[in-house]
């Protein structure tokens, strides 16, 4: 089944030094674009991290320091890949909660700052779990029938995420074939930052997700206690939770 699309939707996958999107970096990114007319590209890239991988994560992977020691960084390849996936939706697998977050913080960190929260998000795992409780290797070879040689490889996982969300769509009839409602329907939470730190309320008001002022909207809390901003700012947050929490700040006192 092809997908039905509006505009160009990029299916990507991260292998990383670790899980902590604050902390840890890119080694490897591989994309699969597919334009609305069918066309298909594809790009894999190995990146230097600048930091080391740990040897219980290159046991995950199998990509070494020596492996990326040559390669550029991923601020040398920002603007490339921005290029690649300007005005493209977004899809993956466990792409919300992390493939997206960590792919901001390093946008970020390369001051490359792409507005990614206007784009829609389609996380396969998530519409995987919804309707069978598996892993990325059960997903392809359940909706596939195929076993997924060198997982954890970014071009193999990517290329497989893609066929498991057009096996998903023929599977489940339920399921639209249309960019925003799989976006909808796969998303978990109701982020304002990807780390979902703060989120909206029912209200649509944003509230902070943790802390002393769990609950509280965000732009009350920094006008009765400023100091709490300096705090975040000051602590180990995501940059994006950082940018959030500073528009808001800032749309506060446009308004006084």
Same mark, same amino acid.
């Given at each position: $089944?092809s997908?039905?699309l509006?505009?160009?939707?990029?299916?990507f996958?991260?292998e990383?030094?670790?899980?902590?999107?604050?902390?840890?970096?890119?080694?490897?990114?591989a994309?699969h674009?597919? !334009?609305?007319n069918?066309?298909?590209?594809?790009?894999?890239?190995?990146?230097?991290?600048e930091i080391?991988?740990? /040897?219980?994560?290159t046991?995950?992977?199998? &990509?070494t320091? @020596?492996?990326?020691? *040559?390669?550029?960084?991923?601020k040398?390849i920002?603007?490339?890949?921005?290029?690649d &996936?300007?005005g493209c939706?977004?899809?993956? !697998?466990n792409? =919300?909660?992390?493939?997206?977050?960590?792919?901001?913080e390093?946008? #970020?960190?390369a001051?490359v700052? &792409?507005?990614? $929260?206007?784009? /829609?998000?389609?996380d396969?795992q998530?519409?995987?779990? /919804? $309707?069978?409780?598996?892993?990325?290797?059960a997903?392809?070879?359940?909706y596939? *029938?195929?076993?997924?040689?060198?997982?954890?490889s970014?071009?193999a996982?990517t290329?497989?995420?893609?066929?498991v969300?057009k096996a998903? #769509?023929?599977r489940?009839p @339920?399921?639209?074939?249309?960019?925003?409602?799989l976006?909808?329907f796969?998303a978990?939470? =109701? *982020?304002?930052?990807f780390?979902?730190? &703060?989120?909206?309320?029912?209200?649509?008001?944003?509230?902070?997700?943790f802390?002393?002022?769990?609950?509280k909207p965000?732009?009350?809390v920094?006008?009765?206690d400023l100091?709490y !901003?300096g705090w975040? $700012? =000051?602590?180990d947050?995501?940059?994006h939770t950082?940018k959030? #929490?500073? *528009?808001?700040?800032?749309r506060?006192?446009?308004?006084?």
């Open positions: $089944m997908l039905n509006k505009n160009p939707i990029v299916f996958d991260l990383t030094t670790g899980t902590d999107i604050v902390s840890d970096r890119i080694v490897e990114i994309y674009k597919v !334009y609305p069918g066309q298909e590209e594809t790009k894999s890239m190995r990146v230097n991290p080391p991988i740990p /040897k219980s994560v046991a995950i992977h199998g &990509i320091n @020596e492996d990326v020691a *040559n390669c550029p960084t991923f040398q920002a603007k490339e890949l921005a290029r &996936i300007e939706d977004l899809g993956g !697998y792409s =919300n909660r992390f493939d997206i977050p960590l792919l901001v390093e946008f #970020l960190r001051d700052d &792409i507005d990614l $929260m206007k784009r /829609k998000f389609v396969v998530v519409i995987f779990h /919804k $309707m069978e409780q598996r892993t990325l290797v997903a392809y070879k359940f596939c *029938n195929k076993d997924l040689s060198n997982a954890h970014a071009k996982d290329m497989a995420t893609y066929e969300l998903q #769509l023929e489940y @339920e399921l639209k074939n249309d960019i925003g409602w976006s909808k796969t978990q939470t =109701n *982020n304002v930052d780390a979902g730190r &703060i989120i909206y309320n029912e209200k649509g008001e944003e509230i902070f997700n802390g002393k002022y769990k609950g965000v732009a009350e920094l006008m009765r100091g !901003y975040m $700012m =000051n602590s947050f995501s940059r950082k959030v #929490l500073t *528009n808001i700040k800032l506060g006192l446009k308004k006084q």
